[in-house]
């Protein structure tokens, strides 16, 4: 496949010479000097940007080691990627086929280049293995510098920009939105799409649709509704803006999700096909006093939504009442605000995580006091800038938070009142932690179709002078089954070793 060859080239020379060239800085963009010295007014724990220091590495070296070893004991499966060019998002895609040991389903990969090839939209094909299949000594031998033999590169799209952000439709998750360095948002109906040779001068793909609204740049703030086909964004000029893609999505596209042709509408008839169509929004939003760092939808309404920012500030909104904020919560956290999530199993409950190095939880119904945010709780286990929350598919009082720490925490809420004297050094609510990245873990995705398996991207700029790491992982069930059901299997185990064990 072309796609595969060109990968395979780029892995030796991204470039196509002999030296690879020096990549800019990735991730989330530094703030100006006059952003940075409003952070530290308002007490923020962000430590300056930079390269690690030696001492720095060598733990990082060190605790990665150590993770390494006991993978077979943590993990049910684990795949290691090495991305060329690092990606800001991951998510799955559909499930495209059941098999007896695995299954395959869509990825949605980035690639951030450093401009000597084009940014790209990457859709690859993964092997997902089901549990208790894979052995425990294959998949700890895997080599940090080699691409996964799970994971393959189907189809490229070449982005106008950088791809900040990737999110799939609930409804029909091969329609994608993303975002860029640009006020526009672009969806992309990722199927008739041609497959498209990423090199150098290379014209970009055309969207779909693009949605326009915002008088700045967004970058990250970026939400698919759960329950109906809109698309909600925050950026720079300190809105949140919402869009209904309903009229522009075909009838048969929620009928028959195996069709083969453009599942968005096309405006005109023998129009300018070199040209997308664009969208106006439904409702713009004004409530924030920094940049909207991420939008999240309620699950339950369309209309309801919250919002976070640089400015500390927690906000929801209704559309039925207006553009003004239903509720604000000012100081949510005790810095900017990176991260919120709303959970799919109770709409009472909202995660936000911040640059002060923690994840805090808030019920809707009890937001403030006095003007100031009151979580229920406040979750520390990082010791950097948390960059993703996301709640389980599966089990409500469950989440995860990724942080610039390399660490991928997996948290409980029910187990923070049940905190016992064995785990009492560990961080109230903790129960595994991901440890297989080495820099800033900026992105995972839970994946619905196998709820106890996540994808998870690292941006290696810092530790490696560039790349990325992709892993896709389940923890051991041991670890997240009732206490009392693992014991009994344990028990079996050892009533079946011991009886091996006393045969000649």
Same mark, same amino acid.
């Given at each position: 496949?072309?796609?595969?060859?060109?990968?395979?080239?780029?892995?030796?020379?991204?470039?196509?010479?002999?030296?690879?060239?020096?990549?800019?800085?990735?991730?989330?963009?530094?703030?100006? @000097?006059?952003?940075?010295?409003?952070?530290?007014?308002?007490?923020?724990?962000?430590?300056?940007?930079?390269?690690?220091?030696?001492?720095?590495?060598?733990?990082?070296?060190?605790?990665?080691?150590?993770?390494?070893?006991? +993978?077979?004991?943590?993990?049910?499966?684990?795949?290691?990627?090495?991305?060329?060019?690092?990606?800001?998002?991951?998510?799955?895609?559909?499930?495209?086929?059941?098999?007896?040991?695995?299954?395959?389903?869509?990825?949605?990969?980035?690639?951030?280049?450093?401009?000597?090839?084009?940014?790209?939209?990457?859709?690859?094909?993964?092997?997902?293995?089901?549990?208790?299949?894979?052995?425990?000594?294959?998949?700890?031998?895997?080599?940090?510098?080699?691409?996964?033999?799970?994971? @393959?590169?189907?189809?490229?799209?070449?982005?106008?920009?950088?791809?900040?952000?990737?999110?799939?439709?609930?409804?029909?998750?091969?329609?994608?939105?993303?975002?860029?360095?640009?006020?526009?948002?672009?969806?992309?109906?990722?199927?008739?799409?041609?497959?498209?040779?990423?090199?150098?001068?290379?014209?970009?793909?055309?969207?779909?649709?693009?949605?326009?609204?915002?008088?700045?740049?967004?970058?990250?703030?970026?939400?698919?509704?759960?329950?109906?086909?809109?698309?909600?964004?925050?950026?720079?000029?300190?809105?949140? +803006?919402?869009?209904?893609?309903?009229?522009?999505?075909?009838?048969?596209?929620?009928?028959?999700?195996?069709?083969?042709?453009?599942?968005?509408?096309?405006?005109?008839?023998?129009?300018?096909?070199?040209?997308?169509?664009?969208?106006?929004?439904?409702?713009?939003?004004?409530?924030?006093?920094?940049?909207?760092?991420?939008?999240?939808?309620?699950?339950?309404?369309?209309?309801?939504?919250?919002?976070?920012?640089?400015?500390?500030?927690?906000?929801?909104?209704?559309?039925?009442?207006?553009?003004?904020?239903?509720?604000?919560?000012?100081?949510?956290?005790?810095?900017?605000?990176?991260?919120?999530?709303?959970?799919?199993?109770?709409?009472?409950?909202?995660?936000?995580?911040?640059?002060?190095?923690?994840?805090?939880?808030?019920?809707?119904?009890?937001?403030?006091?006095?003007?100031?945010?009151?979580?229920?709780?406040?979750?520390?286990?990082?010791?950097?800038?948390?960059?993703?929350?996301?709640?389980?598919?599966?089990?409500?009082?469950?989440?995860?938070?990724?942080?610039?720490?390399?660490?991928?925490?997996?948290?409980?809420?029910?187990?923070?009142?049940?905190?016992?004297?064995?785990?009492? @050094?560990?961080?109230?609510?903790?129960?595994?932690?991901?440890?297989?990245?080495?820099? @800033?873990?900026?992105?995972?995705?839970?994946?619905?179709?196998?709820?106890?398996?996540?994808?998870?991207?690292?941006?290696?700029?810092?530790?490696?002078?560039?790349?990325?790491?992709?892993?896709?992982?389940?923890?051991?069930?041991?670890?997240?089954?009732?206490?009392?059901?693992?014991?009994?299997?344990?028990?079996?185990?050892?009533?079946? +070793?011991?009886?091996?064990?006393?045969?000649?």
């Amino acid at each position: 496949m072309e796609s595969d060859e060109a990968e395979a080239a780029g892995a030796a020379s991204p470039s196509g010479g002999t030296v690879t060239p020096a990549p800019k800085k990735r991730g989330r963009k530094p703030k100006s @000097k006059e952003e940075s010295q409003t952070q530290e007014e308002r007490g923020g724990k962000m430590k300056e940007s930079g390269k690690k220091t030696k001492q720095e590495e060598q733990s990082v070296d060190e605790k990665y080691t150590q993770w390494k070893g006991l +993978v077979p004991i943590l993990y049910d499966w684990l795949a290691n990627h090495n991305l060329v060019w690092p990606s800001l998002s991951c998510r799955w895609g559909p499930q495209l086929e059941q098999a007896t040991y695995k299954n395959r389903q869509r990825l949605y990969l980035s690639e951030q280049t450093d401009g000597s090839v084009p940014n790209t939209l990457v859709i690859a094909n993964c092997e997902v293995v089901k549990p208790r299949v894979a052995a425990a000594e294959h998949i700890s031998q895997f080599n940090e510098e080699a691409r996964s033999p799970f994971v @393959k590169k189907f189809k490229t799209i070449i982005h106008p920009g950088e791809v900040n952000r990737i999110r799939e439709l609930p409804q029909n998750s091969k329609i994608i939105a993303t975002h860029t360095d640009s006020p526009d948002v672009l969806i992309w109906d990722v199927e008739p799409q041609p497959n498209r040779h990423a090199v150098l001068g290379a014209a970009t793909s055309r969207p779909d649709l693009i949605l326009t609204g915002h008088q700045d740049n967004a970058e990250y703030a970026l939400a698919m509704c759960p329950t109906e086909p809109f698309v909600l964004s925050g950026g720079k000029d300190k809105s949140v +803006v919402l869009w209904s893609i309903q009229d522009h999505i075909t009838t048969a596209a929620s009928t028959d999700s195996k069709s083969s042709g453009s599942i968005i509408k096309q405006t005109g008839e023998g129009g300018d096909k070199t040209e997308s169509p664009s969208l106006g929004p439904r409702g713009v939003y004004h409530g924030h006093d920094d940049t909207v760092e991420d939008v999240a939808f309620s699950p339950t309404s369309a209309q309801e939504f919250c919002s976070v920012g640089d400015d500390s500030c927690l906000i929801l909104w209704d559309a039925r009442t207006g553009t003004s904020p239903v509720t604000k919560v000012e100081k949510a956290h005790d810095a900017d605000l990176h991260c919120v999530d709303w959970n799919p199993h109770d709409d009472n409950l909202i995660l936000t995580g911040s640059a002060d190095n923690t994840v805090r939880l808030y019920d809707r119904r009890n937001l403030t006091s006095n003007g100031v945010g009151t979580p229920i709780y406040k979750f520390e286990g990082h010791k950097a800038a948390v960059l993703c929350v996301q709640w389980s598919p599966d089990k409500s009082s469950v989440f995860g938070s990724s942080a610039e720490d390399g660490l991928l925490n997996i948290w409980d809420y029910d187990r923070v009142s049940k905190k016992s004297d064995r785990a009492a @050094k560990n961080p109230a609510g903790l129960f595994f932690q991901h440890a297989g990245h080495r820099d @800033k873990v900026v992105d995972f995705h839970w994946n619905a179709e196998d709820p106890w398996t996540i994808v998870s991207v690292s941006d290696d700029c810092e530790t490696t002078g560039g790349g990325g790491t992709l892993q896709i992982w389940r923890m051991s069930d041991l670890i997240y089954r009732p206490e009392e059901e693992v014991l009994a299997e344990l028990e079996k185990f050892k009533s079946h +070793v011991m009886t091996c064990a006393s045969k000649p």
